[in-house]
């Protein structure tokens, strides 16, 4: 089992910058991709991005390129989305989540941490 605690919320206005934080415990051995992913209030949740964790490859939604970034340290076990420029169709519940190397989808979930971009 893999444990995923985000942090890093909040709310602020458009133009504005915040760190999404999301921290692993248990089996991160297991651990071959991490993400992040949103739901907008009355939409399906999105996929955002996602980082190889031993490679450190990225994938982004085409609509967060350019001004969110995804990172990772290993040694944190800590997995990061760095949101700069934020429009307040960014506002949604940001979810963390792995994917381990047995499972062919994203199969451990975070709470949930709540960004709300004002206009």
């Known amino acids: 089992q893999v444990q995923l605690v985000e942090s890093g919320g909040g709310l602020v206005q458009a133009g504005a910058s915040l760190r999404l934080s999301c921290a692993a415990s248990?089996?991160?051995?297991?651990?071959?991709?991490m993400g992040w992913f949103r739901q907008a209030p009355g939409k399906e949740r999105e996929f955002v991005a996602r980082?190889?964790?031993?490679?450190?490859?990225?994938d982004m939604t085409d609509s967060v390129k350019g001004r969110f970034t995804i990172s990772r340290d290993n040694a944190k076990n800590s997995l990061y989305l760095q949101m700069n420029n934020l429009k307040p169709e960014d506002t949604a519940v940001y979810y963390c989540?792995?994917?381990?190397?047995?499972?062919?989808?994203?199969?451990?979930w975070g709470q949930g941490t709540q960004v709300t971009v004002s206009s």
């Open positions: 980082i190889n964790w031993s490679l450190g490859s990225t």
């Open positions: 989540a792995a994917r381990s190397y047995s499972s062919p989808s994203f199969n451990y």
């Open positions: 248990g089996r991160t051995a297991s651990i071959y991709f």
